[in-house]
């Protein structure tokens, strides 16, 4: 009988560690790529501050852990998060956006 009760245990155990894992799964996003061509750079400490220019001509600041990118390099990355009026004391200078980004890859210019 005490078998039984071990089997019926440990069955429950690994039943609900399974919709565990299914829920953790459902919750995990997937973020979307965004690129362009690099306009300018600026490296600060820990951090590598790239103006990147989009296909529609439209330009942003993105913020990412030290890369070495160049101007004329074309870069791929993921958002963050996006930081109004955002003060780079280590650049003495103020951002009036800045997105936080991860997964950094990028082409040198050939």
């Known amino acids: 009988m005490k078998n039984i009760y071990k089997y019926a245990l440990v069955s ?7 919709e565990a894992q299914t829920s953790e799964n459902k919750t995990i996003e997937q973020k979307p790529f965004y690129q ?13 501050f790239i103006e990147v220019k989009e296909k529609t001509n439209k330009s942003f600041w993105i913020a990412t852990s030290n890369a070495d990118v160049k101007e004329g390099d074309f870069v791929r990355f993921q958002k963050e998060i996006v930081v109004k009026n955002f ?8 951002f009036k956006e800045l997105l936080f980004a991860s997964n950094l890859q990028y082409r040198v210019k050939e």
Do not use: E, H, P
Request: net charge positive; proline share 0%.
């Open 12 to 18: 429950l155990l690994l039943i609900l560690n399974l």
């Open 36 to 48: 362009g061509k690099v306009v300018s750079v600026k490296q600060a400490q820990a951090y590598t």
């Open 87 to 94: 003060k780079s004391k280590a650049l003495d200078k103020v």
